[in-house]
């Protein structure tokens, strides 16, 4: 009897160090803050954009995000998944996250609390609902307050082209003549779409789908059609502006950067409040530096298709003085064509290329002469 009491001491014991390792299944709580492992969390179609132009401290359904400090002292105690989503320890102002499923309460809710630098909150118990169906951006504008648009998840029917939009969510009255609708173009201004024209402020766009690839589009204000005059900057592009000098400065030419488009891939081109910062020192004087809030854009990425593994892209040009030469790529015609000699087709803007998406894998490219005789083949 001794040695069975004994024997089940020494069971219980070893169970006890057991659970203590492993924690026997149950979730790990580190000073009251929810802990869960954020590389195994998926996202709700909650995505939340913070354009209030102040960096915010954020907390779910009571799961802490992210807090600001008010002192240099304080302890940022926020969740494991705060630190993931915010490493900076603050919701950065001018960037958007999707609130993962594991935050939601069991009818798909989310309480949302926020607060700004000077300790001030600008929202209590503030509740959005998942809808899985209907993904949703939610954008938080600087006078505290939301606004919605639904977001397509879903992918362009053709699978070789991206679909991309316009939400507008710019001042009307913005600084440098960029308020108001906005539209669209290529680099040499031409329209990309008829659902891309004169988007209005707090209006967001259909989708409109492209051949996929790499474009240089520009956005321009204007009332009845696109101003060139008043074009829109992106990324560290800033607007021409000189202090010392009455008036509004004409807001054109910006060469705005060349981006490649996946096929597949969902965007978004969002028009926001940004600000501008400039040395405004007149005739040698004292330095004098002025910061201005102005509309910008940015392209995001609604859905990423991943690495391309299925399509290129093919274009012909013909570089043979005095010949016109048929180019095909496994027997279809690559352009419209006999091609002419690119030196006799100088004009005094840039020639566009006429690039066809082809299946990625074996290809027999030829060229041949009006004849049918074959001059290159590889």
Same mark, same amino acid.
């Given at each position: 009897?001794?040695?069975?009491?004994?024997?089940?001491?020494?069971?219980?014991?070893?169970?006890?160090?057991? =659970?203590?390792?492993?924690?026997?299944?149950?979730?790990?709580?580190?000073?009251?803050?929810?802990?869960?492992?954020?590389?195994?969390?998926?996202?709700?179609?909650?995505?939340?954009?913070?354009?209030?132009?102040?960096?915010? *401290?954020?907390?779910?359904?009571?799961?802490?995000? !992210?807090?600001?400090?008010?002192? %240099?002292?304080?302890?940022?105690?926020?969740?494991?998944?705060?630190?993931?989503?915010?490493?900076?320890?603050?919701?950065?102002?001018?960037?958007?996250?999707?609130?993962?499923?594991?935050?939601?309460?069991?009818?798909?809710?989310?309480?949302?609390?926020?607060?700004?630098?000077?300790?001030?909150?600008?929202?209590?118990? @503030?509740?959005?609902?998942? #809808?899985?169906?209907?993904?949703?951006?939610?954008?938080?504008?600087?006078?505290?307050?939301?606004?919605?648009?639904?977001?397509?998840?879903?992918?362009?029917?053709?699978?070789?082209?991206?679909?991309?939009?316009?939400?507008?969510?710019?001042?009307? +009255?913005?600084?440098?003549?960029?308020?108001?609708?906005?539209?669209?173009?290529?680099? #040499?201004?031409?329209?990309?779409?008829?659902?891309?024209?004169? %988007? !209005?402020?707090?209006?967001?766009?259909?989708?409109?789908?492209?051949?996929?690839?790499?474009?240089?589009?520009?956005?321009?204000?204007?009332?009845?059609?696109?101003?060139?005059?008043?074009?829109?900057?992106?990324?560290?592009?800033?607007?021409?502006?000189? *202090?010392?000098?009455?008036?509004?400065?004409?807001?054109?030419?910006?060469?705005?950067?060349?981006?490649?488009?996946?096929?597949?891939?969902?965007?978004?081109?969002?028009?926001?409040?940004?600000?501008?910062?400039? #040395?405004?020192?007149?005739?040698?004087?004292?330095?004098?530096?002025? @910061?201005?809030?102005?509309?910008?854009?940015?392209?995001?990425?609604?859905? #990423?298709?991943?690495?391309?593994?299925?399509?290129?892209?093919?274009?012909?040009?013909?570089?043979?003085?005095?010949?016109?030469? %048929?180019?095909?790529?496994?027997?279809?015609?690559?352009?419209?064509? +006999?091609?002419?000699?690119?030196?006799?087709?100088?004009?005094?803007?840039?020639?566009? =290329?006429?690039?066809?998406?082809?299946?990625?894998?074996?290809?027999?490219?030829?060229?041949?002469?009006?004849?049918?005789?074959?001059?290159?083949?590889?």
């Amino acid at each position: 009897m001794f040695l069975f009491k004994q024997y089940r001491l020494l069971q219980c014991f070893l169970l006890f160090c057991i =659970c203590t390792a492993l924690g026997c299944g149950k979730t790990k709580m580190s000073a009251g803050i929810y802990e869960e492992n954020p590389l195994t969390l998926n996202n709700s179609n909650l995505r939340l954009f913070n354009l209030s132009q102040t960096d915010l *401290g954020i907390i779910v359904n009571n799961t802490v995000l !992210a807090r600001l400090k008010t002192h %240099i002292l304080d302890e940022q105690q926020v969740s494991a998944l705060g630190q993931l989503l915010f490493p900076e320890g603050m919701w950065k102002d001018k960037t958007s996250f999707s609130i993962p499923n594991t935050l939601l309460d069991k009818t798909g809710g989310a309480y949302i609390s926020m607060q700004g630098q000077n300790g001030n909150s600008l929202f209590k118990d @503030t509740l959005l609902m998942n #809808d899985p169906v209907n993904p949703r951006d939610i954008y938080l504008l600087p006078n505290g307050k939301f606004a919605s648009f639904n977001r397509n998840n879903t992918p362009p029917t053709n699978p070789q082209h991206f679909k991309i939009r316009i939400v507008n969510m710019g001042d009307p +009255a913005s600084k440098f003549n960029a308020g108001g609708p906005v539209w669209l173009t290529y680099a #040499d201004g031409s329209q990309v779409s008829p659902v891309l024209n004169g %988007i !209005a402020n707090g209006q967001s766009s259909e989708y409109a789908e492209l051949p996929y690839g790499a474009y240089q589009f520009k956005l321009f204000a204007g009332s009845g059609n696109a101003d060139f005059k008043r074009q829109l900057v992106t990324d560290k592009i800033i607007y021409a502006y000189n *202090g010392c000098m009455p008036g509004v400065l004409p807001q054109e030419g910006f060469m705005t950067p060349v981006r490649t488009f996946k096929p597949g891939g969902v965007y978004t081109i969002m028009v926001v409040p940004s600000f501008f910062n400039y #040395d405004v020192t007149c005739n040698g004087g004292t330095s004098i530096r002025e @910061t201005h809030i102005a509309n910008a854009y940015q392209v995001i990425t609604d859905l #990423d298709p991943g690495a391309n593994m299925s399509y290129a892209r093919i274009n012909a040009i013909n570089t043979v003085p005095g010949k016109k030469i %048929i180019v095909t790529d496994n027997g279809k015609v690559i352009g419209e064509g +006999a091609l002419p000699y690119i030196g006799d087709l100088f004009q005094t803007k840039a020639l566009s =290329c006429d690039y066809q998406t082809v299946v990625q894998g074996y290809h027999k490219i030829q060229a041949q002469d009006e004849s049918g005789k074959t001059l290159a083949e590889l």
